[in-house]
């Protein structure tokens, strides 16, 4: 069983930044991927980025390319999210997941892919 835990959400203006951070516990932290998703108020959960653990290969939405950065420190057990220049529209709540992800972005950033999700951290960006 794995257990995630995120922390590092808040409220910044526009064109701030902030870094998440999602901790694993247990054995089933050891799955092939990690990945951040999110869900605006009123959508669909959609997924951000998404990093390979074992040869960190990354993928990112086309909506946070240039801006979001995924990185992870296995010795930690910990994934990061560094988000830069933030939007209005990045206001959400941030999840990450674990899961046995099969390579590829398409599979990466599906949310049905992953088996262990964090309870998420609130993200707010104004104006």
């Avoid at 994934?79 to 990466?108: F, H, I, N, R």
Wanted: charged content about 15%; some cysteine; glycine content about 14%.
């Amino acid at each position: 069983q794995a257990q995630l835990v995120e922390s590092g959400g808040g409220s910044v203006q526009s064109g701030g930044s902030l870094r998440l951070s999602c901790t694993g516990f247990g054995s089933g932290y050891n799955r092939n991927a990690m990945g951040w998703f999110r869900q605006p108020p009123g959508k669909e959960r959609e997924g951000v980025a998404a990093i390979y653990r074992s040869i960190g290969r990354t993928y990112y939405a086309d909506s946070v390319k240039g801006r979001f950065t995924i990185s992870q420190d296995n010795a930690e057990k910990t994934v990061y999210l560094e988000m830069t220049s933030l939007k209005p529209e990045d206001t959400a709540v941030y999840y990450c997941a674990t899961g046995q992800v099969p390579l590829g972005g398409v599979w990466a950033l599906t949310s049905s892919e992953y088996n262990y999700w964090g309870q998420g951290v609130q993200v707010t960006v104004s104006s």
